[in-house]
């Protein structure tokens, strides 16, 4: 598998370093390249190596998008869940939270449960638990509200199929 993730990595890079020559280290494909390196960094737990990709990308992106730009926002949650301090990604995420909260869409969502789960990490039960459940309630009601549609869509081509 490593030598497959190792192969894979090989490729990236050397897309990444001529999109870097031909582009620039400013443009979003190069950005992108360097995010998925930093992903498969992490995902091979070679943190450290992960860490300094997505440094380079939340400079940059900071710099030219800003700190409210979605893009922003993804590479700084990606960032927190590759640090191996439960304590700095809390503040992150809180940041993050605070942020997200205006919407309530997938991306607060997902730092919901990144969140609770760093809080399991130190110990605060409670906090991880009241997180945790909020993430819970949030999915129960998108479920039902899909579900709903869904229903709809079925009986909606159902009485079509009936009709022709």
């Excluded at 809080?119 to 709903?148: H, I, P």
């Amino acid at each position: 598998m490593y030598l497959c993730f190792f192969l894979i990595l090989n490729i990236i890079t050397q897309l990444n370093k001529t999109t870097k020559e031909v582009l620039g280290e400013t443009h979003p494909n190069y950005l992108t390249g360097l995010h998925t390196l930093a992903s498969c960094y992490a995902n091979m737990n070679q943190f450290d190596i992960a860490l300094k990709m997505m440094d380079t990308v939340l400079n940059i992106e900071r710099e030219i998008l800003g700190e409210l730009h979605p893009s922003y926002l993804l590479s700084l949650s990606n960032y927190s869940s590759y640090l191996e301090d439960p304590l700095e990604s809390i503040k992150i995420n809180n940041k993050l939270l605070s942020i997200y909260s205006e919407n309530k869409g997938d991306d607060y969502v997902r730092t919901l449960y990144q969140q609770s789960i760093n809080y399991l990490l130190v110990g605060e039960y409670d906090r991880s638990c009241e997180l945790f459940t909020e993430y819970f309630d949030f999915n129960k009601s998108l479920y039902k509200r899909y579900e709903q549609q869904l229903n709809h869509s079925l009986r909606k081509s159902m009485y079509n199929e009936m009709i022709d």
